[in-house]
């Protein structure tokens, strides 16, 4: 074979390693329900802030430990421990993507991802006044 051949092949074997070592990161968004089937496993949760249970976070005890309970889309919930410091508008947030894993019928978070309503506006919310480029052009072009 020529060397240009086995550089090739070599090359070739180097990305399909790094693909497949990447395979394990990916992963779906699970229920509450299959991640507790997948016990141990990397799964990514997509819940809602159960807001009649106490949010634990005491920033002057521990600033890197919040507890909440989540509620997914089916209605299945968990607890859910997060260790580290919690994330601003938290208990504002509509919905909650979480990756960590289940242990021991509780959710070890390891990175809160939140939608905020104030960051996402309904289509029926219209700002009173839009600044567009065409009426600040026509504001130059009519001042002397």
Request: aromatic letters at 6%.
């Given at each position: ?10 090359s070739?074997a ?8 990447l395979?394990?990161?990916?992963s ?11 016990e ?12 009649s249970?106490?949010?634990?976070y005491?920033?002057?005890?521990d600033?890197?430990y919040?507890?909440f ?15 580290n410091a ?5 208990e504002?947030?509509q919905?909650?993507?979480m ?6 019928d509780?959710f070890?978070c390891n990175?809160?991802v939140m939608k ?8 029926g919310?219209v ?7 065409s009426s600040?052009l026509k ?6």
């Amino acid at each position: 074979m020529k060397k240009m051949h086995i550089l090739g092949l070599v090359s070739i074997a180097i990305v399909i390693a790094a693909l497949l070592s990447l395979l394990d990161d990916l992963s779906t968004y699970d229920s509450v329900e299959s991640a507790r089937k997948k016990e141990g496993k990397f799964v990514h949760l997509i819940a809602k802030l159960d807001t009649s249970k106490p949010v634990i976070y005491d920033p002057l005890k521990d600033p890197n430990y919040l507890a909440f309970t989540a509620i997914d889309s089916l209605g299945s919930s968990t607890n859910v421990v997060y260790k580290n410091a919690k994330p601003t508008d938290f208990e504002k947030s509509q919905r909650i993507v979480m990756k960590g894993s289940m242990k021991d019928d509780v959710f070890q978070c390891n990175e809160i991802v939140m939608k905020c309503p104030s960051k996402y506006k309904e289509q029926g919310d219209v700002p009173s006044k839009v600044v567009t480029t065409s009426s600040i052009l026509k504001k130059e072009s009519t001042q002397p």
